[in-house]
Each structure stands twice: as structure tokens, then as C-alpha cells.
């Protein structure tokens, strides 16, 4: 599994400034799956799952650098493609570890589903994605595997995690040891649960998204600024935001607006109701904050 090849290159040209590293990176596309997804061909069907996810997040991880608008088209239709006609509603993917049709899954449910890595890596090329298009679907998509696959993957007494999230009626869930089955899905896992707070909060040069609502506290060292969000989502659908600040400073806050919501979402600073339309997704509110806020 050599696809993740293109991704360790462009970082190595990031690192150094020198441009044979990008250059390699190239060199090590699969041109049999790269190619026809760059020309928006979906060749998934029937093949192995997780091997392409590295091979995509490496057109991703180049695109900044390399301004190929052919590269990064090809990590937005392989997203596409398998995000919205071959994943399940937990965010999961693929049947002992194989791509099904497209918008074809019922006949897929079996004790094998949704091999545990894909995800891991579907949450890193998503996020690869967002920064490059901060677009809520990134965001959503995001929420619903975290929550519904990535945690279920895992036993809350022991840690042990499942090479595959069986979805199958009366299947159940096998458990593999941390310290004896050095598999790939064990091996993502024990990386994938360090990553949680990295897909929290994102922020361009004037605005802090949040995208996720966990809690957590986030500082912002440029703007002088930290944050700590107090929330027991799932379990209750209230997120208190409370913030300091070394001096009254002007900031954006792009608020997510989940696609789940039965009903407009409520926003109040400091007990006042405030205007609460999204666009894009996303409820925004840029004004002067304060410690205390």
C-alpha cells in the first residue's frame, strides 16, 4: 500500500524547497485509478477500497503547490463518489474491503462491512479537502463518521478496536488486541484516536470555524485568543462557547449548521438572541469580542 507515497514526496518538497521531491511525487501516482478520476471517470467498482484513499489524499496534499486543478478535481470526484453512492449512513465504506456499485448497498450487509482504515483515511483526505474549500459537506461528513464509525469501532472498557464495523442484523463485532494484531485497521486506529481535535475547529485569517461540536478549547495565539467549548453532545443538543481575549478583538465565527436539525438553530451571545440565517451552511457572526463573552 505505496499510495500515500505522492502525499510523504510533497511534504518532503514543502520542507525543503526542493522540487525534484514534488516532481517524485508524481512519479508514484497509480495512473490506472489517478488518470480516469481526474477525467471524472468512476472506476471503483469491484476494487480494493483502502489502498486508493492515500493514492487520493496525495492529489490533495500536492494541489497547493503544484496549482494542478486536474488534481485536486480528481480528490473531489473520488470523494464524491464514494461519500454519496457507496457509504453507508455511519460514514463507512466498502464490503470486505471491496467498493460495491454505486447507489447499491442493500446487498451488501454482511458481517464484513466497513473496514475500519477507510475511514481513518476518508477523515484525512475530508480534512485535506476542507482546507482547501472550507464547504460544509467536508464538515458534516466529518460529524457522521466520527460519531457513528470511528467511536463504534472502539471498546470502551478495553480500547480494542474492530477490523470491521458489521452491519449486518445479529452480526457482532470482533475486537482486536492492541499490543498482539498489528493490522492495518489496528495500526489507523491507535493514530486515528489522536486526530479527534484536529477536525474540531478550523480558522482562515479573520474567522474561526466550528465544525464539530465536542468539548474542547482551542487557542489562537495571532489573535490573542482562547476558547473552551462545554457541550455532552450527542447526548444534549446545547454548546455553551466562552472566550477570553487579551484585549477587545474583531473575529468572524462561522458556527456549522448540522444538516440533522429538526429546527432552526438558536444563537444567543452573553443571553441576547441573535440572527440566526446560515449561508453556506454555516451561521456567521463577526463582531468585537471580549474576555468573558
Known amino acids: 500500500?505505496?499510495?500515500?507515497?505522492?502525499w510523504v514526496l510533497s511534504d518532503m518538497y514543502v520542507i525543503t524547497g526542493n522540487k525534484s521531491y514534488l516532481d517524485m511525487a508524481e512519479r508514484w501516482h497509480d495512473k490506472p485509478v489517478i488518470i480516469p478520476m481526474t477525467e471524472g471517470e468512476d472506476i471503483?467498482?469491484?476494487?480494493?477500497a483502502n489502498t486508493q484513499f492515500p493514492k487520493m489524499s496525495g492529489l490533495a496534499a500536492r494541489y497547493p503547490y503544484t496549482g494542478d486543478t486536474t488534481e485536486l478535481f480528481g480528490a473531489k470526484f473520488f470523494w464524491d463518489k464514494v461519500v454519496n453512492q457507496r457509504?453507508?449512513?455511519?460514514?463507512?465504506?466498502?464490503e470486505s474491503e471491496f467498493f460495491s456499485q454505486a447507489d447499491s448497498l442493500s446487498n451488501t450487509l454482511t458481517p464484513y462491512t466497513e473496514e475500519n482504515c477507510n475511514e481513518y483515511n476518508m477523515l484525512k483526505l475530508t480534512s485535506l479537502l476542507f482546507r482547501i474549500e472550507p464547504e460544509v459537506e467536508y464538515a458534516n461528513y466529518l460529524e457522521r463518521t466520527l460519531f457513528n464509525h470511528t467511536l463504534a469501532a472502539q471498546n470502551p472498557t478495553d480500547g480494542e478496536v474492530?477490523?470491521?464495523i458489521p452491519l449486518m442484523p445479529g452480526a457482532e463485532r470482533e475486537?482486536?488486541?492492541l499490543f498482539e494484531s498489528f493490522s492495518c485497521c489496528v495500526c489507523s486506529s491507535m493514530d486515528s484516536y489522536t486526530r479527534h481535535a484536529e477536525y474540531i475547529y478550523a480558522h482562515d485569517d479573520n474567522s474561526l470555524?466550528?465544525?464539530?461540536?465536542?468539548?474542547?478549547?482551542?487557542?489562537?495565539?495571532?489573535k490573542g485568543m482562547r476558547m473552551m467549548q462545554e457541550t455532552s453532545f450527542p447526548y444534549d443538543d446545547k454548546s455553551v462557547l466562552k472566550f477570553e481575549f487579551e484585549k477587545e478583538t474583531d473575529l468572524g465565527l462561522?458556527?456549522?449548521?448540522?444538516?440533522?436539525l429538526a429546527a432552526p438553530m438558536t444563537i444567543r451571545i452573553n443571553d441576547e438572541a441573535q440572527r440566526s440565517d446560515p449561508e453556506n451552511g454555516y451561521i456567521e457572526i463577526s463582531r468585537k469580542w471580549k474576555s468573558g463573552d
Open 44 to 48: 471503483l467498482t469491484g476494487i480494493h
Open 1 to 6: 500500500e505505496y499510495g500515500g507515497m505522492n
Open 175 to 177: 475486537y482486536h488486541s
Open 87 to 94: 457509504s453507508y449512513v455511519t460514514g463507512g465504506n466498502s
Open 209 to 222: 470555524f466550528i465544525n464539530l461540536f465536542i468539548a474542547s478549547e482551542v487557542t489562537w495565539k495571532e
Open 254 to 260: 462561522k458556527i456549522r449548521c448540522p444538516e440533522w
Open 162 to 164: 474492530c477490523y470491521h
